[in-house]
C-alpha cells in the first residue's frame, strides 16, 4: 500500500464505468427508473482508481459522492447515457457496464404535465426500445475496449448470464442474484459469480467495497497480456 493508493495492478489504464439507473421521462414531473443505488458501479471506479486507472464514471441520478481522482459525468437518460459512454470508451481500454439502464422508455415526452380525465380508470404507456449501451461497446470492430457486463438476475442466474455474454459479445460477465435478502440493488453487500468464455468462479457474499477491490485484481489479471 502507498500513499496514493492500495496497489497498481490497472497502472496506466484508462477505465470507464456506468452505474446507477437511468431515467426516463414521461412529462415534465413523472419519470420510468428503477431502485438501482450506483454502489456497486461507484465501488468499482474507487477500486479501479486505487488500482493505478484512469477513471470516468458515469453516472445515472444517484445520491453518492464522486470517489477521490475519478473523473465523474453525470447523466439523465439511457441515450445520454450511450453518448457519454460511447464518446468516453473511444479511449479506454476497460468498459465495465454497472449500470441498471432502463430498457424502454415511453415513447412521447408531453410537453406539458398529463392530465387524468374524469371517470378514467385505466391508463396505457406506449414504450419503446432503448439503445443496448454495453452492447453497442462490445460490437465495434475498432477502439473495442475489453468490455464487461452486469447481470441481474431473479433466477437461472448463470445461464441467463452465460447467454447475455455471447449475445452481447462481451468479455467478462459479473451475474448477481437479486432476488436474495440483503444482495444486490439497493443493498450494501453483493455475491457475484463472474463468468467469461474459460468458465466461472464464484465470489462469496462480500460489502460492496470489498467485492470492487476483488473485481478490479480479478480484471486486471484477465487484461494483462
Ligand atoms: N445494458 C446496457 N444497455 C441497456 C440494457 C442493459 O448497457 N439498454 C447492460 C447493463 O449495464 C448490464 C448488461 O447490459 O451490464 C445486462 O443488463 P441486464 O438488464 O441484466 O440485461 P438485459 O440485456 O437488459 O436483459 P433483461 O433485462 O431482459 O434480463
Ligand atoms: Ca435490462
Redesign the pocket.
Known sequence: ETLFGSGDCLRGKDVVI?AGPTREALDPVRYLSNHSSGKMGFALAQAAQRAGARVTLIAGPVNLNTPTHVKRVDVVD?REMRDAAERAADLCDIFI???????FRPASVAEQKLKKQEDQDESAIVLVK??????GIASRTERRPFTI?????TQQVEQ?AQS?LQR?NLDMIIANDVSCAGSGFNSDHNAVTVIDRNGSHTLPSALKTDLAKQLIEIIAAKTQQ
Do not use: H, L, Q, R
Open positions: 456506468t439511457a457496464s454497472a449500470a441498471a439502464v432502463a430498457d432503448n439503445p443496448d449501451i454495453v452492447a457486463g452486469f447481470a441481474a438476475e441467463y447475455k452481447k
